[in-house]
């Protein structure tokens, strides 16, 4: 048996029900509390023009949310020579979808730095239009600057924090050490600072996975005893991290942080 009780899962729905359906085929119990839930802006952004044809402009979309809001606001703004970008293959898809293919993917962890680090950014800038919700993707813009690149950020979403279900919170604040599953800082944040004492010492206590090394850092600075990171953020990444975890915590040997 698992030294660790449960999984929270704090991603948004649709991928919370998903990653807690995975880790069920595996026999690991999941706790749900997504931190969020998803809106579109009371206010949309005043849209910009591209410069010249547009074939200088880079549209990129920080997440599935950020198309699925963004592209029903953008209409034709987007010209056809423009080149579209996604922070991770989940948006690629979503871009896919809606007949707009990406252009530029981010690799590695599907993270800000991966996709700067992309030498294509460096061979001919323009204008980049950041299509994501106030506070996301902080890196990006800042990063897209020191490239040479002009930066325009579009808000077309927004966050709307949740509050954790209340047998959630009574799970958590009875039991052990939990594996908790983090892919944004927001959450993180969001999530902990509603806990209270049981419940927030039964997730520092037990095992962080997080998506990324910023997100590492985050943790350790919000109490986290332990913090391992997936491959990338995607469901399958992060039900391998943690069933790798909890396989370890059921043999006795514990779960080494890396990173």
Not at 139 to 155: F, I, N, Q
Request: hydrophobic content about 45%; aromatic content about 6%.
């Amino acid at each position: 048996m698992s030294r660790y009780v449960s999984v929270l899962v704090t991603r948004p729905q649709p991928q919370a029900d998903e990653l807690a359906a995975r880790l069920a085929r595996s026999g690991i119990p999941a706790l749900l509390a997504p931190a969020f839930r998803f809106e579109a802006m009371p206010k949309p952004p005043v849209w910009p023009d591209p410069d010249d044809d547009g074939s200088r402009s880079l549209w990129l979309f920080t997440s599935p949310r950020a198309v699925a809001f963004g592209l029903p606001l953008l209409g034709q703004r987007i010209p056809a020579q423009a080149r579209l970008g996604a922070i991770g293959p989940a948006t690629a898809a979503s871009l896919e979808e809606a007949g707009r293919p990406a252009w530029i993917v981010a690799g590695g962890q599907h993270t800000s730095e991966d996709l700067l680090a992309d030498p294509r950014l460096r061979e001919r800038q323009g204008t980049a239009f950041i299509v994501t919700a106030p506070g996301g993707r902080g890196w990006l813009g800042p990063g897209l600057e020191r490239l040479g690149w002009a930066v325009r950020t579009l808000d077309v979403y927004c966050r709307v924090p949740l509050a954790p279900p209340p047998g959630v919170l009574g799970a958590l604040a009875e039991s052990g050490p939990v594996i908790s599953a983090w892919t944004s800082g927001n959450a993180m944040e969001a999530l902990l600072g509603q806990l209270g004492e049981a419940s927030r010492r039964a997730v520092t206590g037990g095992l962080f996975v997080v998506a990324s090394a910023r997100l590492q850092a985050m943790a350790i600075g919000l109490g986290a005893r332990q913090v391992t990171i997936a491959n990338s953020a995607s469901n399958a990444h992060l039900r391998a991290a943690i069933i790798e975890a909890w396989q370890a915590g059921a043999d006795g040997r514990g779960h080494e942080s890396r990173g």
